[in-house]
């Protein structure tokens, strides 16, 4: 017969750190359910209205204000065919690209001069450095409406009154302080090795920027772009002030056309062309999205 060989008994102190260490896994698993229980309830809390708002476009006008449920009974587009119309000679259509002729280029404007100028106080020493950091910080606190009527009367000036012009041209000259000091951070993160590498193999300034500064960042660049994007669109005071025919109006213009506050109008109509202007933010967003967290987490260290 074969023997088997006998079994040591495991020793109570093993013992007591097993049952310690299961009892602490079993803790962590219970404390990790209710975090992503909590999580998931106040998520839904949060993105109900906008659940609301998709459903809310496939209602009739009557069904919106008789039921706060978001699953419409008796699901239409009409809202969005009616709303595309607008109540102008032009489409909806034409508001959006109306957008995209002042987001392409204040996009690109703001990505541009921001990397210039982040650039030269992130790697060059020149007198005046510290003052003009600091005023450049202390744009940052100067609110907006404080700039707006200086801003009018000089663009007025140059005849440049309903025209895309004073919505995008600003940003071309680093008018933009937050993305300015977000971009110096991130580049001080950077090591100098590479850039100092390629000034030995005889690149000058903007060879570094252009082939070894740029490629590293890239996130940043990316979130920079993504952040001008949505803003733009969102957008409702600028063009407000500066744009007064109908056909230049963009789209965040466009959706206060629909409401006449003189009789009534059709809310699913609204709510529709929201959805709409809602989607092109929320597609860029998600495509974006890696980048968009590498480079808002990378720019807030320094290294």
Do not use: H
Request: proline content about 6%; glycine content about 6%.
């Amino acid at each position: 017969m074969v023997s088997l060989p006998d079994l040591e008994p495991m020793p109570l102190g093993e013992r007591t750190r097993s049952a310690q260490e299961l009892k602490i896994q079993r803790a962590q698993r219970r404390g990790a359910i209710i975090r992503y229980v909590i999580l998931t309830l106040f998520g839904l809390l949060m993105l109900y209205p906008l659940i609301w708002l998709v459903g809310a476009s496939f209602k009739t006008n009557e069904e919106i204000f008789s039921s706060a449920s978001f699953w419409p009974e008796n699901p239409t587009v009409q809202g969005y065919i009616d709303g595309w119309e607008t109540s102008t000679p032009y489409t909806f259509g034409r508001f959006f690209l109306n957008s995209l002729y002042i987001v392409i280029p204040k996009m690109l404007g703001t990505a541009f001069s921001s990397v210039i100028v982040a650039y030269g106080f992130a790697r060059f020493e020149f007198p005046g450095k510290k003052i003009l950091f600091g005023i450049l910080i202390a744009t940052l606190l100067l609110p907006d409406v404080v700039t707006r009527i200086p801003q009018y009367l000089l663009f007025r000036e140059l005849g440049w009154l309903d025209t895309y012009l004073p919505l995008f041209v600003p940003q071309w000259f680093a008018l933009e302080a937050f993305f300015v000091f977000m971009l110096i951070q991130f580049m001080r993160s950077i090591p100098r090795d590479m850039e100092e590498a390629a000034r030995v193999d005889g690149a000058n300034t903007f060879q570094v920027l252009w082939y070894v500064v740029i490629p590293m960042l890239m996130p940043a660049i990316i979130s920079v772009c993504l952040f001008q994007f949505m803003w733009t669109m969102n957008d409702f005071l600028g063009p407000l002030i500066y744009i007064s025919s109908v056909e230049n109006y963009p789209v965040s213009l466009a959706l206060k056309l629909s409401i006449d506050t003189t009789e009534a109008f059709n809310w699913n109509q609204i709510l529709a062309m929201t959805v709409l202007a809602l989607t092109p933010s929320l597609i860029v967003f998600f495509i974006a999205q890696k980048y968009f967290i590498e480079g808002i987490s990378t720019g807030g260290v320094k290294g």
